[in-house]
């Protein structure tokens, strides 16, 4: 099974493909997701497909640049201004030459003179000089002259992908969103894709707009956007196969220690669709082999029921609720089916009658009040093996 198979995303990153062919550059573009989703497996899906222009059956006059440009705001951010990293990058990517170096050096300038803190500068920062450009002028010319170099007389939009804005300070976001609004506006034959989750654009967007209703918010990111797309979570009948992607040879070590129907239990409690996160199923597999290794060295092999498999995923998806259930004791355990049924049936002022912490912990939290109302009834159950395999985590350092 290849990776187009295994994360279901080939549709949707063909899909977008062509669409980004039919728009008319340059053009920016919001692919959404939740930390740990697949942005990065779709993205690098898109650059595969991109390489391979025929796959997509593209109309004449509306190719696109067979390579994809990949630029890690993150990392760059470590040396120096972000934007002129992702000049660099793209510039790197051309053919060498004094020419274009010198294209690259001037745009660098270009946005060095320009103050994206929306302060005053110090010194003197439009042209002053008749027939001189403007610093905002001459930035966007020169960029759309250096995206021009970069294709060595080959046609297409070119893609630029921009990954890492995750990590950045709010400000530092917002500042690299605006600046390459700014620097693509002067008809560049680019494609710029942001891999960036839509609370971290909301955030860095309340950090330049204020406090701003949500309608206002969403009008600022309209007019920052072109399009914006949202990855969706890996459907359910994908999870189990990735999980054993995952595991591979190592299934043995999952059966050794935890019974014959490991693999097979371990794949039924995860196996729900707000679960289906690429980043949450791998750090998963990770920790059920530390487990596994743990209680083959310490001799604490036995069969696990579902609910301690279910268990051990709220140890790696929600350690907040596993924290208040263990400080809790068994009078947490207890009744907590009920509990839940409670909490998700009456309003929040009710339900923090039965338990203020937990009534908290699941109106913050849908996907874990989903789960519980799955599981919570065989957590009541299984109490004493969960509060085993609790400790077997602790022990092994989980």
């Known amino acids: 099974m290849d990776a187009e198979d295994l994360v279901g995303l080939d549709r949707l990153a063909r899909s977008l493909a062509r669409q980004v062919a039919r728009m008319p550059a340059p053009t920016l573009i919001a692919v959404h997701g939740a930390p740990g989703s697949a942005k990065r497996d779709f993205l690098k899906r898109l650059s595969t497909l991109v390489a391979d222009p025929r796959s997509l059956e593209l109309a004449s006059g509306r190719e696109l640049y067979p390579e994809v440009i990949w630029f890690d705001a993150w990392a760059y951010a470590k040396q120096g201004n972000v934007l002129a990293g992702l000049v660099s990058r793209i510039a790197r990517n051309g053919p060498s030459g004094s020419a274009l170096s ?3 050096r001037d745009v660098v300038a270009q946005i060095n003179r320009l103050d994206f803190n929306d302060a005053n500068p110090g010194g003197p920062g439009p042209a002053l000089s008749e027939g001189e450009l403007e610093p905002v002028e001459r930035l966007q010319r020169g960029f759309a002259s250096l995206v021009r170099s970069i294709r060595s007389g080959r046609s297409g939009t070119v893609c630029v992908v921009v990954e890492g804005l995750d990590r950045l300070r709010p400000d530092v976001r917002w500042q690299v969103l605006d600046g390459i609004r700014l620097m693509i ?3 560049a034959e680019v494609a710029i894709l942001v891999a960036v989750g839509g609370q971290a654009v909301e955030m860095a967007a309340r950090y330049a707009e204020g406090d701003l209703p949500g309608a206002s918010i969403e009008q600022v990111l309209s007019d920052l956007f072109d399009l914006s797309i949202t990855i969706p979570s890996l459907e359910v009948r994908r999870i189990g196969s990735m999980l054993q992607r995952h595991l591979g040879a190592d299934e043995a070590v999952l059966r050794r220690a935890f019974g014959p129907d490991a693999v097979r239990g371990l ?3 995860v196996a729900h ?3 289906g996160s690429p980043r949450l199923i791998y750090r998963l597999v990770q920790r059920v ?3 596994a290794e743990y209680a083959i060295e310490s001799q604490n092999q036995r069969e696990l029921t ?5 268990w051990v995923i709220v140890s790696e998806r929600w350690p907040a609720f596993r924290r208040t259930m263990i400080r809790g004791g068994k009078r947490r355990w207890q009744g907590l089916s009920l509990a839940v049924s409670a909490l ?5 002022s009710a339900a923090a009658s039965h338990d203020g912490e937990m009534a908290s912990l699941l109106y913050s939290d849908p996907i874990l009040s989903e789960y519980l109302k799955l599981h919570a009834e065989g957590f009541e159950r299984d109490a004493d093996r969960i509060l085993w395999l609790e400790n077997l985590l602790l022990a092994s350092g989980l």
Request: charged fraction near 15%; hydrophobic fraction near 45%.
């Open 267 to 269: 794949a039924a409690a």
């Open 185 to 187: 506006g002067g008809g």
């Open 289 to 291: 082999l530390l487990l």
């Open 306 to 310: 579902e609910a301690q498999w279910c």
């Open 102 to 104: 010198e294209r690259a």
């Open 273 to 275: 669709r707000p679960l």
């Open 344 to 348: 998700a049936s009456t309003t929040t």
